[in-house]
Nanobody, 127 residues
């Protein structure tokens, strides 16, 4: 089972950018759909962006056009490039994975469908 680890969070000013990374030590992420979720204090966990095994992507309405999800060439990491950050993007960001049997479906934002979760990385947007 892959042990997912997020990195790249931090403090950024409004309008700034960050790139989050998700990797699993000793595991390729090729067989998995990988999704980024986030959770702000007092709010429900929210789907941010997902990428399937065949690189089909999905974006939440609030991040579309600002965030980009991608894989590295050797498919050991998944990145979330975030631009034009606002205070509303402040949250803990989680990387989650599930086995992908090449269904060619758009990966969903249903948290219960993802079996592997990282510990999260804090993103704080503040001046």
């Amino acid at each position: 089972q892959p042990q997912l680890v997020e990195s790249g969070g931090g403090l950024v000013q409004p309008g700034g950018s960050l790139r989050l990374s998700c990797a699993a030590s000793g595991h390729t992420l090729d067989p998995y759909s990988i999704c980024w979720f986030r959770q702000a204090p007092g709010k429900e966990r929210e789907g941010v962006s997902c990428i399937s095994r065949t690189d089909i992507t999905n974006y939440g309405v609030s991040v579309k056009g600002r965030f980009t999800i991608s894989r590295d060439r050797i498919r050991t990491s998944v990145f979330l490039q975030m631009h034009s950050l606002t205070r509303e993007d402040t949250a803990i960001y989680y990387c989650a994975g599930r086995e992908d049997y090449l269904s060619n479906e758009v990966p969903s934002f249903v948290p219960s469908e993802y079996h592997y979760w990282g510990q999260g990385t804090q993103v704080t947007v503040s001046s």
